[in-house]
């Protein structure tokens, strides 16, 4: 038995602080005030020195890891979220890459994941291949502007088949519906995400009753349908922001660039930290900076001035939720943990409690990770 002393635990809505927590094969098996809890002799000490202990960071949506990209390398990419205190990481397609590359995507994790190494991978985010090419970057390498046929996506499906946890989408798109139902046919547990996506709120709502739920990188990459000049219109972000039942995913980098911090806060407002998913958005591109955004370091460019994700880790993005919108280590751990757990349909972990699985980290105020346990184990 493993017993961590010292823990200021971070339950899903409160603290106890100067608490122990019990690990045994492989699960949280216990905890409590120290004052109040006898440790067994014979246990392994792990002294958080006061520090928080929180359930492991819940990444669903990111392309990267370090410079491995995702689809190919899986378990270094997984591995390198991993020290970052990320204990479960979906790989995220590329809406770009070609019919060959989705399927080698779910040949690849599903490997990965038969292997030790590959434990903190849970699945996939196909994030495409139907989306809007005409929001988000790598506009000109988009293949997909053709019509949606089965031949093109059985295939992708069926590569994906028990790994897909969400599957991200332009809800305008031609003959978007008979693709949603084929989807939900085979993968009943799947929740839609809309994605690049210039969509009304009345085509986002039609695909509800078929699990649509989540809005992708909430604020970018949608657009504005504007009814008369200089009147606002309503387009994807109203959807998501209007709907309770759908999840914002949200891009927190440092200088606020993806989300502005005040608009930031508004989603919070209207959102609540229940329905935010913190993603890190991960990609690799060394394209310059276009001028005035000489000092960013934590988010990328693809040349022609858009953005293309970012180089964050989900620890970074919880101390930056909480920097710019005023929320306790509670809540980011809310929206770094315990909500994407929910949204990729895992029960067994996001949170403290007895029976879950033992995936957890240790951090200081500011997020910074001093230990990684996943599934019981040290492994940082
Ligand atoms: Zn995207």
Redesign the pocket.
Same mark, same amino acid.
């Given at each position: 038995m493993i017993a961590i002393i010292n823990a200021e635990l971070v339950m899903r809505d409160h603290f106890i602080p100067e608490a122990v927590l019990f690990i045994e094969n492989g699960k949280i098996a216990g905890y409590g005030e120290m004052r109040k809890t006898e440790i067994p002799e014979g246990c392994e000490i792990i002294d958080a020195e006061g520090e928080y202990v929180g359930p492991g960071l819940v990444d669903i /949506?990111s392309h990267t890891g370090g410079e491995f990209q995702a689809w190919q390398e899986p378990i270094k990419a997984a591995q390198f979220h991993l020290t970052h205190g990320t204990t479960t990481f979906l790989i +995220?397609t590329?809406?770009r890459q070609k019919k060959e590359q989705y399927i080698e995507t779910g040949k690849n994790v599903r490997e990965a994941m038969k292997l030790p190494e590959g434990k903190s991978i849970g699945g996939i985010y196909y994030?495409g291949p139907y989306?809007n090419a005409n929001y &988000?970057?790598n506009k000109k390498l988009y293949p997909w502007d053709k019509p949606i046929i089965p031949e093109d996506y059985e295939p992708i499906i069926e590569a994906g088949l028990g790994l897909v946890k969400v599957w &991200?989408l332009a809800p305008e798109r031609p003959d978007i519906l008979p693709f949603v139902k084929a989807v939900k046919a085979a993968m009943p547990d799947v929740r839609f995400a809309v994605? /690049?996506s210039e969509a009304t709120p009345q085509q986002i709502e039609a695909l509800m009753p078929y699990g649509m739920s989540v809005g992708?990188?909430h604020t970018? +990459?949608t657009g504005t349908i504007v009814n008369y000049p200089e009147c606002r219109g309503v387009c994807v972000d109203e959807a998501v922001n209007y709907n309770d039942g759908m999840y914002a995913e949200l891009i927190c980098d440092s200088r606020g660039i993806h989300v502005d911090p005040y608009m930031l806060r508004l989603v919070r407002k209207i959102k609540g930290d229940s329905r935010i998913v913190l993603i890190s958005?991960r990609t690799y591109n060394d394209a310059p900076k276009p001028a005035g955004y000489e000092d960013v370091f934590d988010i990328n460019f693809d040349g022609a001035n858009d953005i293309a &994700?970012s180089k964050l880790t989900l620890e970074i993005a919880c101390r930056n939720y909480m920097k710019h919108t005023g929320a306790s280590m509670v809540d980011a751990f809310r929206v770094g943990s315990y909500n994407p757990s929910r949204v990729a349909g895992f029960t067994d972990r996001g949170e403290i409690a007895v029976g879950l699985r033992a995936d957890l980290i240790i951090v200081d105020r500011k997020m910074n990770v001093k230990k990684v346990i996943l599934d019981g184990e040290v492994v940082r």
């Open positions: /949506h +995220a590329y809406p994030e989306i &988000g970057s &991200g994605t /690049h992708t990188h970018n +990459a958005d &994700g």
